[in-house]
């Protein structure tokens, strides 16, 4: 179950959160930079995601391609969501979070993506923030993703767990 972050870890978290939403399109850019990360630091999770293996991480057909960028977007949707029910929905948020990890493990989602997953959201923060992503906050999203990733994980393994 998420446990409740203490109100340091959570306003670094939102704050920092609050900074990327004002770029425009930012659901797009940090998303893009999030997945190109993710497709070099783990290149078998390009296949999960309907792209070929071998395509090129930097290349345009990735990177343009409206697949690529529907799932950018998404996926900071999700996580923007996520963010908000940090704090007085915090149960609402752990059913969800079971929820999506049964649903990743139906995918091909292994465990060993989690800890890539979100490292390439830590670069992508970087990327969008610069020198705005200070130590503090890098620490308080290392905090956050945790708890939020453990309880993907608790679902995949209860999804694993109940088609045997």
């Not at 993710?38 to 991480?57: Q, R």
């Not at 996520?82 to 929820?99: K, S």
């Not at 999203?141 to 393994?157: A, K, P, V």
Request: hydrophobic share 40%; glycine share 4%; aromatic share 10%.
């Amino acid at each position: 179950m998420v446990h409740e972050l203490d109100y340091t870890t959570t306003a670094l978290v939102l704050d920092s959160w609050e900074m990327c939403r004002r770029r425009k399109d930012y659901e797009v850019e940090v998303g893009s930079i999030l997945y190109r990360n993710l497709f070099k630091n783990s290149p078998k999770t390009k296949v999960l995601f309907g792209f070929p293996f071998d395509i090129d991480t930097d290349s345009d057909e990735l990177l343009l391609s409206k697949r690529f960028r529907m799932h950018a977007a998404y996926m900071i949707e999700m996580l923007d969501t996520a963010l908000n029910m940090l704090g007085p929905d915090l149960e609402l948020l752990t059913e969800i979070l079971y929820d999506l990890g049964a649903k990743h493990a139906r995918y091909g989602c292994e465990e060993c993506m989690y800890p890539v997953m979100g490292e390439s959201l830590l670069t992508a923060l970087k990327e969008t923030l610069k020198d705005g992503f200070t130590n503090e906050m890098r620490c308080a999203w290392i905090e956050m993703y945790r708890e939020l990733s453990e309880d993907m994980i608790q679902g995949q393994r209860r999804e694993k767990y109940t088609e045997v």
